[in-house]
Nanobody
Framework: QVQLVESGGGLVQAGGSLRLSCAAS????????MGWFRQAPGKEREFVAA????????YYADSVKGRFTISRDYAKNTVYLQMNSLKPEDAAVYYC?????????????????WGQGTQVTVSS
């Protein structure tokens, strides 16, 4: 099993920045990919970004490309999401996800382990 704990959410003005963290524990050696998803009220959970755990390859949703950066600290078993130039439409609960399978994946069913989520609120 893998446990994921997100942190770093909060309230920020439009145009501001936040950095989310996701700390993994448990059978972390089994992780091959991690991702960030978000879900706004009344909307489906949507893909934000993904990273391969060993090689660091990344993939982004078009809506965040150029503004968000996903990275990982292998030694700390932590993945980050740096969010810049935030917009009101970025407001959502952000979830960290992990999986043992290889390859980047942008669908929720591609991840077996999920965190509890952290709220991001963007004021206009």
């Amino acid at each position: 099993q893998v446990q994921l704990v997100e942190s770093g959410g909060g309230l920020v003005q439009a145009g501001g920045s936040l950095r989310l963290s996701c700390a993994a524990s448990g059978r972390t050696l089994s992780i091959n990919r991690m991702g960030w998803f978000r879900q706004a009220p009344g909307k489906e959970r949507e893909f934000v970004a993904a990273i391969s755990w060993s090689g660091g390859s990344t993939y982004y949703a078009d809506s965040v490309k150029g503004r968000f950066t996903i990275s990982r600290d292998y030694a700390k078993n932590t993945v980050y999401l740096q969010m810049n130039s935030l917009k009101p439409e970025d407001a959502a609960v952000y979830y960290c996800a992990a999986d043992r399978r290889l390859g980047l994946h942008q669908r929720a069913e591609g991840y077996d382990y999920w965190g509890q989520g952290t709220q991001v609120t963007v004021s206009s």
